[in-house]
């Protein structure tokens, strides 16, 4: 069975501050994933995705992610926060569940100081 | 570029009515899939399908019915609705399995009082 714990449900950061969300996964089968960002009161958008190519993925408005299989991890980093970076992070596995669909971890909401 | 197209995107229920989420996509995705968002709970799979004809159980599949007749509708139905499923709903499509992306529908907010 896969899972994705993603600890800490809520992260503040400053304007200008590095961002890291971070997300540990279980899978049984070489995995595939994903981060999401939802802003308010919409749905999700990918912001970037590993399958299995550079172990460091480069996503939209300047996230990023490292795959690092010996610590289980695919943990989000931005150098700098923006305000417009304020929304939940989902991280994601696909690969080896029923269908080949997605398991989410249970969120992070990044709050963003001025 | 429809995508995936969810409807209603807001809806009031009464405990017991019944009620079906509608979901279209037209990329020609085999697979899709209904998700249902709680707080701290992220997404949870409720019911999937790897084609038209076929469908499967999620995670939390109970209280509800889906059907696959064509390959662009998904439909979800709500039996018998419950507070308990005050939720929102998210309809997902992809093209198969392995790395392709996952693309999400806009949402169905969804109240049971």
């Known amino acids: 069975a896969q899972s994705v714990t993603q600890l800490g449900s809520h992260v503040s950061v400053s304007e200008g501050a590095l961002v890291l969300l971070r997300c540990n996964y279980s899978s049984s089968v070489p995995p595939y994933l994903f981060w999401y960002v939802q802003y308010p009161n919409q749905g999700l958008q990918l912001l970037l995705k590993?399958?299995?190519?550079?172990?460091l993925v480069k996503g939209i408005n300047g996230f990023e992610a490292e795959f690092k299989k010996s610590e289980t991890s695919f943990h989000l980093t931005k150098p700098s926060a923006h305000m417009s970076d304020a929304a939940e992070y989902f991280c994601?596995?696909?690969?080896?569940?029923?269908?080949?669909?997605?398991?989410f971890g249970g969120g992070t909401r990044l709050m963003v100081k001025p | 570029n429809a995508g995936v197209t969810q409807t209603p995107k807001f809806q009031v229920l009464k405990t017991g009515q019944s009620m079906t989420l509608q979901c279209a996509q037209d990329?020609?995705?085999?697979?899709m899939s209904w998700y249902r968002q709680d707080p701290g709970m992220g997404l949870r799979l409720i019911h999937y399908?790897?084609?038209?004809?076929?469908?499967d159980q999620g995670e939390v599949p109970n209280g509800y019915n889906v059907s696959r007749s064509t390959t662009e509708d998904f439909p979800l139905r709500l039996l018998s609705a419950a507070p308990s499923q005050t939720s929102v709903y998210f309809c997902a499509s992809s093209p198969g399995q392995g790395w392709e992306g996952i693309y999400f529908g806009e949402g169905s907010w969804l109240t049971v009082v």
């Open positions: 590993y399958t299995s190519a550079a172990t």
């Open positions: 994601a596995v696909r690969g080896g569940n029923a269908g080949n669909m997605l398991t």
């Open positions: 990329m020609n995705h085999e697979y």
């Open positions: 399908s790897v084609g038209a004809g076929i469908t």
